[in-house]
């Protein structure tokens, strides 16, 4: 196992953040937290067919259930780590 391992919780169950965002223009987004996601199972039309599901269903997303979320951007952040600066 590397040192660089986050064993507090497997990848069968992560949990991502999706930045969903309405309007680049106007510059409105939300981000949709998502639980208990396998990563080694779950594919990117999975994905997308989720995050369409919980907007449809969630409350506080009406205005966003009339927009065409069609694409993904990815960012990671190893280990959820925060950047640390020293002055």
Same mark, same amino acid.
């Given at each position: 196992? *590397?040192?660089?391992?986050?064993?507090?919780?497997?990848?069968? #169950?992560?949990?991502?953040?999706?930045?969903?965002? @309405?309007?680049?223009?106007?510059?409105? #987004? @939300?981000?949709?937290?998502?639980? @208990?996601?396998?990563?080694?199972?779950?594919?990117?039309?999975?994905?997308?067919?989720? $995050?369409?599901? $919980?907007?449809? *269903?969630?409350?506080?997303? !009406?205005?966003?259930?009339?927009?065409?979320?069609?694409?993904?951007?990815?960012?990671? !952040?190893?280990?959820? $780590?925060? $950047?640390?600066?020293?002055?």
């Amino acid at each position: 196992m *590397s040192a660089l391992t986050n064993t507090t919780l497997p990848i069968t #169950e992560a949990t991502i953040t999706v930045r969903v965002i @309405k309007s680049f223009e106007y510059r409105t #987004e @939300k981000s949709l937290v998502l639980h @208990k996601l396998d990563l080694q199972k779950t594919t990117v039309g999975e994905l997308k067919n989720i $995050a369409k599901q $919980a907007i449809q *269903s969630g409350p506080g997303w !009406k205005a966003y259930r009339n927009v065409d979320l069609d694409t993904l951007k990815l960012y990671t !952040k190893a280990h959820g $780590a925060k $950047a640390r600066r020293y002055g």
